[in-house]
């Protein structure tokens, strides 16, 4: 992740902890892509927002536009809640919304969607489990330079033979 994309997800999350209303401002002023219809743009960029990486592909957030919108065809709450935050979004005064519940929603369907769509791995230097390669430990999680060696006899039991650092 880039010194920017840090400081960009860093600046979202103090606006998240802070207040709804900073999000909401945030993304009422993203450009609205023009292939998709204008509720869904304004999802679009409340998820764009909600994960601010440089270089993603828009298919991600596509899908978690998706899954919003199905999830307002079958709860009527949730389907209010997010017209509710989509009008603030249009009007630029994001506190006469319930923004908490559309942000509620927002984050508690579009982050799953996002963090576990490969692609967002391939922005994010992420590789995905490791488990069927053979753990972490020897594929770079023991790689930390900056870090003193710890004496042997702390180290515990360590697998050989499990995975190398070359894959």
């Known amino acids: ?32 892509p023009g292939d ?50 989509i009008a603030a979004l249009r009007r630029g ?5 319930p923004a908490g519940d559309f942000l509620a929603l927002l984050i508690a369907t ?10 967002i791995w391939r922005v994010a230097g992420y590789e995905g489990e490791s488990y069927s390669r053979g753990g972490y430990l020897l594929r770079g999680f023991n790689d930390l330079a900056w870090l003193p060696e710890p004496p042997a006899d702390s180290m515990g039991a360590v697998p050989s033979g499990t995975a190398t650092g070359a894959d």
Not at 3 to 22: H, K, N, Q, Y
Request: with cysteine; net charge negative.
């Open 36 to 85: 998709v219809e204008a509720d869904d743009a304004a999802l679009l960029a409340a998820c764009q927002r909600l994960l601010p990486l440089v270089d993603a592909p828009a298919e991600p957030f596509l899908e978690a536009v998706r899954q919003l919108d199905a999830l307002a065809a079958r709860d009527p709450q949730a389907a209010q809640a997010i017209a509710a935050g």
């Open 1 to 32: 992740m880039s010194a920017e994309t840090r400081r960009d997800f860093l600046a979202i999350a103090a606006a998240l902890s802070l207040t709804p209303a900073v999000f909401l401002q945030a993304c009422a002023r993203l450009a609205q």
């Open 93 to 97: 005064r994001p506190g006469a919304a």
């Open 110 to 119: 579009a982050i799953p969607v996002l963090v576990n769509h490969p692609e």
